[in-house]
């Protein structure tokens, strides 16, 4: 058996569907984001980061900086083992306690990311419930794919955000079968936002449970930033909300919050969660630091939401395809995988300009794009940039503007 022409096949397919993909070694800059220095290639050496998770900029937040290094200097650098076998440290649980005040339920998890939380929760949560049946959204993260995979329950799946859709996909169901209803508040790669209420109205009225993904909503909306849950005032609607603290909180790591028992239940039960090292003390410190910043000050948040609208108003006035967004990302339609790959080659070489392209898997194919994700530290000369340098590539590319009428608004 030849092994390693198994593998090179398997990366020469990739370099074949041209979804072969290059990671950018970043340094940023501490206080400058979201300036950096690019080590990869021999491109511009300095460059403005477009394309960040770190939405509020947190990550480099005196306040969670400080506080982690504050807890490393106090505890030490690791948690020292599972949290059975002594990593359940005093930070950890504190962040724990404050992640269930935040989003209003009883209890709380934290799992060592966002991923895992989804994969060992909604694994573990479905297996405990005999025949259950699973509603996830068309466009749900890989990770809750992978949760409900794991489960082994069966799975319905209903067209992206579409009420109706969901309706019927209930009613053809056995009624006395226990349901889960799967679904993300933000979705992150086209910007839109679920219909939470809705989906609240059709659990109650099936009696099935509901499981919300806010990871690119945590931080971000709700007057104390637990979410879009928290700003539609559903959040007591929600059976169980798990959300990340490596994108608007700035650190990593991932959680769970619902009633005693089922986080128990998780707890107790999951793999991912109870054969894995805790999250270290200066990880929980810098995050829980993060938290609660971020439910007493909007100062962020309202920046942030001012940059994205300057940014999508700007791009719609030159005709550049922004695509309807109504959220805090902004997606420039291209449309072929090479074309997209192309133009944020130039942007990082030619201009200086860190953006990922956006290729299928990750969105269906002829729907490539760049996701532009500006933060509170993008000012206008950024701006002017940006918008000057993707013009400057489109019409070397020759890829279509739209008529500034038809962009998104
Ligand atoms: N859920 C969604 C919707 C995501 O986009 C991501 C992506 O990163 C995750 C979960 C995983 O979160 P984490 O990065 O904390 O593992």
Redesign the pocket.
């Known amino acids: 058996m030849d092994y390693g022409r198994i593998f090179s096949n398997a990366v020469q397919q990739l370099h074949e569907e041209r979804r072969y993909r290059i990671f950018t070694e970043l340094e940023r800059h501490l206080g400058a984001f979201p300036k950096a220095t690019n080590h990869s290639r021999d491109g511009a050496p300095d460059v403005t980061v477009w394309c960040s998770?770190d939405y509020l900029c947190m990550g480099q937040h005196p306040v969670v900086t400080d506080a982690m290094k504050e807890a490393v200097d106090r505890m030490g650098a690791g948690a020292g083992g599972t949290r059975n076998i002594s990593g359940t440290h005093h930070a950890i649980v504190g962040l724990e306690k404050e992640l269930a005040d935040l989003h209003g339920t009883e209890s709380a998890l934290v799992l060592t990311?966002?991923?895992?939380?989804?994969e060992a929760a909604i694994s573990t949560i479905a297996r405990f419930l005999p025949g259950c049946v699973i509603f996830s959204d068309e466009l749900?993260?890989?990770?809750?794919i992978a949760g409900i995979r794991h489960s082994g329950a069966e799975k319905k799946i209903f067209r992206h955000n579409d009420v109706d859709h969901l309706r019927e996909l209930l009613q053809e169901t056995d009624p006395d079968l226990p349901k889960l209803i799967i679904f993300?508040s933000?979705?992150?790669m086209d910007g839109d936002i679920a219909p939470l209420a809705k989906f609240c109205d059709l659990a109650e009225e099936f009696g099935a449970m509901t499981y919300l993904?806010e990871?690119?909503a945590v931080g971000m909306y709700g007057p104390t930033g637990a979410g879009v849950a928290e700003r539609d005032q559903v959040m007591d609607r929600i059976d169980v909300i798990?959300g990340?603290?490596?994108?608007a909180f700035g650190v990593?790591?991932?959680y769970i919050a619902a009633s005693s028992d089922l986080v128990d239940t998780v707890r107790s039960y999951a793999p991912g969660f109870i054969f894995t090292t805790a999250l270290p003390p200066g990880i929980a410190a810098a995050a829980l630091a993060s938290i609660r910043h971020l439910r007493t000050s909007n100062v962020e948040r309202e920046k942030q939401q001012e940059r994205a609208a300057e940014l999508k108003a700007r791009l719609a006035a030159v005709g550049l395809p922004v695509m309807p967004s109504n959220t805090h990302i902004v997606p420039v339609l291209v449309g072929d995988p090479a074309l997209c790959k192309q133009a944020t080659d130039m942007l990082l070489d030619d201009y200086g300009i860190y953006i990922q392209p956006i290729n299928y898997p990750t969105v269906p194919r002829g729907t490539e794009r760049l996701r532009i994700t500006p933060g509170p530290g993008h000012d206008n000369r950024m701006m002017d940039h940006l918008v000057d340098s993707l013009l400057k590539v489109w019409d070397r590319l020759e890829l279509d503007l739209v008529p500034a009428a038809n962009a998104a608004e």
């Open positions: 998770n990311s966002g991923f895992v939380a989804n749900n993260h890989a990770s809750m993300e933000v979705y992150s993904d990871v690119h798990q990340t603290l490596a994108k990593i790591g991932g």
